[in-house]
Structure formats: C-alpha cells, structure tokens
C-alpha cells in the first residue's frame, strides 16, 4: 500500500507457473469432469508427498568470495577508522577514504583483486557499516516488494507477488541483531530482551517490523514493506488491473466528493497503495491529518501533516496512542482526518471525526469482505471501555461510513479491487449495504493467471447526493449504471 505500485502489478512472472506452487501442468486442472478431478487430486498427492527444506540457499560464487574476503577485511578495517568519524560522511566520501585503507588491509592479507571485485569489496563493506548490511542489495531492487528475514540464516523475498528464496546470508544472529537495531534506532525506537518487539520506517517510507529471541525462535526477524518511488493513481491501478475503468471513475468521484471511506483487504492485498492513490483526488486547498503507528501514508497532497504514535518508555509510561492522537487531531482544524489502520477502540473516535464535520475521511483495516469489515468496526468499537449498547454504534457506523472498497490478492499474486460496496443505513438493527461493482472469478488461465470480469450492480449509488454537491453526480451515476 504494503503496499506499493508493484505490489499491485498482475505482471505475468518470466516463466509461466501453476498457481500457488502446484505441479507444471496442472494450471487448468480445476476444470469441472472425471479428468479435472483426477487431475486436481494429483496434485494433492504430490503436494503431501512434496519434501519440506528449509529453504536456506547458498549465495553464488562470486558473492560467496567477496563475503569471505570482508570477513578478513573488516576486522582490520574496524581498527584503523573511528565509527563516529565515518557516521558523519555520506557513503560516497566514506568509499573515497575507505580505498587506500582497503587496498592496505589487502596488501598485509596478501589479497589481490580485479577491479570488479574491489568494487563489489568497497560496496558490501560500507553497507556493513552504514548501511543495513546483506539487506542493502534487497531494498535497492526495485523488484522486491516484501523482505522478510526469518533469522541469520533464511530471508525470503516477494517478487510479482510470488515468495522466492534470496541469495543473502547474516554472519550470525550478533550481526542480524545489530542491523535490526540500526533501522529501529534511526525512528528513535528500540528493540531489546525488554521491548522484543518494535515497528520502525526506513526513509524511503518503506515499513519494517522486528521481533527479537525469546519471542523469535529461531533468532532476529525483520518483516519489511516496501513502497514505491513514485507515487500510483488510481489510473495506474486500473492500468496494472486491479480495477476497470468505471470503478476508477467511481473511486475518483468518491475521493473528490468527500465521501468518508473504509479500505478493507488481508494482509499484503494493497490497502495502502489504494489509500495512497485515493489521496489524490482531495482537494490541494484541504488541511489533511494522517494518523499511524509506524508513517507510512505519503499522501500527495501539499496541506498535509503526518502524526505517528509513540511506544511507552523504559518505565512504561509516555505511551500516546491512536486514540489520543485522533482527539487531539480534532483540535487542529483538519478537513479530513486519514488513519493508517484501525485496530481497536479508536475506530470511535474516527467515526466520531465523520460524524462532527471532517467528511471525507478514510481509514484501513483487515477484513475478508465488506459485511466482515462493518462487523470488525462493531467489534472493536465494543473491546473499548465504551458503554454504548451495539445498536447505537451500528447506527453510527451506518451514518458515518459512506463506502467500504474491499480489495483482495489473489492466489496468482495479483491484487484486484474485488468490491466497491455502499453503507446505505439501518433496518431494525441490521446495517444495510449494496454492492456497486463487484470482481467475478470465471477461470485461471493455462499460465496460471485468475481470469475474471468487473462487474457493475446497475444500481443508482445512495451516495449520488453528496457526489452532485461537488457537481459530479451525472458522471458518478453513468459510471456505476
């Protein structure tokens, strides 16, 4: 939103795969028939007969030597600089320095290199100490969506929405520990046998999560989502295919009409790349308030100021959460108030914000569909201290929310914009939705890819009213006809 550009991208990968990892030749076995069935229950056997590695790969040869080689070069390295010193230099002055010192260190080890390897040499170990060590080389591919290290020895990386292996190694858990403290330090968080757990955010915006032994088993891991460089619109989503061109028009409208707005979707489906995308479309003239525990939104917008949650101390005080931060929001004049993500009582406060006249605010969370996602609001409006009986917070819920957007990955690694539903109000006790547009699985194609169509309800949008205040009423009602 993980999201990022690519993360959206249904690009086919650069050879043909069945989907989710089963047997060549069995994409189209889910065929209906004797045959298909057969087919499909083969590929179970061969699943269950499948031998589980632990999906450790060796770096390649060049790699593996250079490793080596840094490995007796930085120690001796070590000696010769002052880590303070070296902090303040950008890496670039650090390599012009570096050079004699390295070509020094070689000479007493008895080590010739080419120039190549010198300069493979100069970039690991100035990623060492600077950077994030072995991890430098993932996050400059910009291919790489998700990094995701499962300690010293295992890291996995997502590509085109697909988990491979990646070729990059930790000398050992004291090293992998190092770095994860390098990335939390630099947002003035920290992680410890105390506090093993820490979100942080590198400067590219990209969101990082570390957990740490004894909660970890098998030692240091770092979750990292990466974010694209330039920023997607809702034109680019529609052109990787994650939606058709009446749904983009309808998104569009909603997000220049104000309309407050649930983005709905599991884990790594995409909420914040459409929340990103989406942002576009407000007006450049309104004050806008983002609120999260780890920023990640980079809204595009020029009247924007991002707020961030803070953890306690040592002492366990000091701690400002989303909902203190959500009241407080209230106090600065915002237009529309954005938050990250919901994940307990402060969604009151959020639906309290679109209730007192910040129309157009947004919000993610995780649900499976839209009448999943009005049910987690009620859930987590009632795990607060609140005493509210439920009918009144689904009311309120019914007359806040205007729009939930459910957006999905699909098993083939694509991201697709699967329902675009309206909260029309209350019946009894019952919220009442309608679907606008809806995305529907019709086959998988010989390569593996999710063959389906976007669909339109044909319903005249309850939100048809707010979309004419803003003069966009006619064009909102032909894009969802």
């Known amino acids: 939103m993980h999201g990022n550009g690519a993360s959206f991208s249904p690009a086919p990968p650069a050879e043909p795969q069945p989907p989710s990892g089963l047997e060549p030749g069995a994409a189209g076995a889910l065929a209906s028939g004797p045959a298909g069935k057969g087919d499909a229950m083969s590929r179970l056997e061969d699943r269950a007969r499948a031998l589980t590695s632990a999906g450790t790969d060796e770096a390649g040869g060049f790699e593996a030597s250079i490793h080596r080689i840094k490995e007796q070069v930085l120690p001796r390295l070590l000696e010769r600089v002052d880590p303070e010193a070296a902090a303040t230099l950008s890496k670039?002055?650090?390599?012009?320095?570096?050079?004699?010192?390295?070509?020094?260190?070689?000479?007493?080890?008895?080590?010739?290199?080419?120039?190549?390897?010198?300069?493979?040499l100069e970039k690991?170990?100035?990623?060492?100490?600077?950077?994030?060590?072995?991890?430098?080389?993932?996050?400059?591919?910009?291919?790489?969506?998700?990094?995701?290290?499962?300690?010293?020895?295992?890291?996995?990386?997502?590509?085109?929405?697909?988990?491979?292996?990646?070729?990059?190694?930790?000398?050992?858990?004291?090293?992998?520990?190092q770095i994860a403290q390098r990335i939390v330090n630099q947002v003035g968080r920290r992680v410890d046998q105390t506090t093993p757990l820490a979100d942080a955010r590198l400067k590219d915006g990209s969101r990082v999560n570390v957990i740490v032994p004894p909660l970890s088993l098998r030692g240091t891991a770092i979750s990292i989502r990466?974010?694209?460089?330039?920023?997607?619109?809702?034109?680019?989503?529609?052109?990787?295919?994650?939606m058709d061109q009446a749904m983009c028009t309808a998104l569009k409208i909603a997000g220049a009409s104000r309309m407050n707005i649930v983005i709905s979707g599991g884990t790594g489906s995409g909420k914040t790349t459409m929340l990103n995308a989406m942002s576009k479309m407000i007006d450049p003239g309104e004050r806008v308030l983002t609120i999260e525990d780890a920023a990640e939104l980079r809204l595009q917008q020029p009247h924007w100021l991002p707020l961030e949650t803070r953890p306690p101390n040592l002492e366990g005080q000091g701690a400002i959460t989303i909902g203190d931060l959500v009241k407080n929001a209230l106090r600065m004049r915002p237009d529309r108030i954005i938050l990250g993500e919901i994940r307990g009582a402060e969604a009151f406060d959020l639906l309290a914000a679109m209730n007192?006249?910040?129309?157009?605010?947004?919000?993610?969370?995780?649900?499976?569909?839209?009448?999943?996602a009005l049910g987690?609001?009620?859930?987590?409006?009632?795990?607060?201290?609140?005493?509210?009986?439920?009918?009144?917070?689904?009311?309120?819920?019914?007359?806040?929310?205007?729009?939930?957007?459910?957006?999905?990955?699909?098993?083939?690694?694509?991201?697709?914009?699967?329902?675009?539903?309206?909260?029309?109000?209350?019946?009894?006790?019952?919220?009442?939705?309608?679907?606008?547009?809806?995305?529907?699985?019709?086959?998988?194609?010989?390569?593996?890819?999710?063959?389906?169509?976007?669909?339109?309800?044909?319903?005249?949008?309850y939100t048809l009213e707010k979309a004419r205040q803003f003069g966009f009423d006619q064009a909102y009602l032909e894009a969802c006809l």
Request: proline letters at 4%; a negative charge.
């Open 92 to 120: 670039d002055e650090l390599a012009e320095e570096f050079r004699p010192i390295i070509m020094e260190v070689l000479t007493e080890l008895k080590i010739t290199l080419n120039r190549r390897e010198q300069f493979a």
């Open 124 to 177: 690991v170990l100035i990623d060492e100490l600077l950077g994030f060590g072995p991890l430098e080389e993932l996050l400059g591919d910009p291919d790489v969506t998700d990094i995701m290290v499962n300690g010293p020895d295992q890291t996995y990386i997502e590509k085109k929405g697909k988990l491979q292996i990646a070729p990059i190694r930790f000398r050992d858990e004291t090293h992998l520990f």
């Open 226 to 242: 990466k974010f694209s460089e330039k920023p997607i619109t809702l034109d680019m989503l529609r052109n990787f295919g994650s």
């Open 356 to 372: 007192t006249g910040h129309d157009g605010s947004m919000c993610t969370l995780h649900a499976n569909s839209p009448r999943e």
């Open 376 to 461: 987690r609001m009620e859930n987590m409006i009632l795990m607060g201290d609140i005493k509210i009986p439920k009918e009144a917070i689904s009311r309120q819920i019914a007359e806040s929310v205007d729009l939930i957007v459910q957006v999905k990955r699909l098993r083939d690694g694509s991201r697709r914009t699967t329902n675009i539903t309206e909260v029309i109000g209350m019946e009894g006790d019952v919220i009442v939705t309608q679907e606008l547009f809806n995305f529907e699985y019709l086959d998988e194609g010989e390569d593996g890819k999710i063959l389906g169509e976007f669909r339109s309800s044909g319903l005249r949008p």
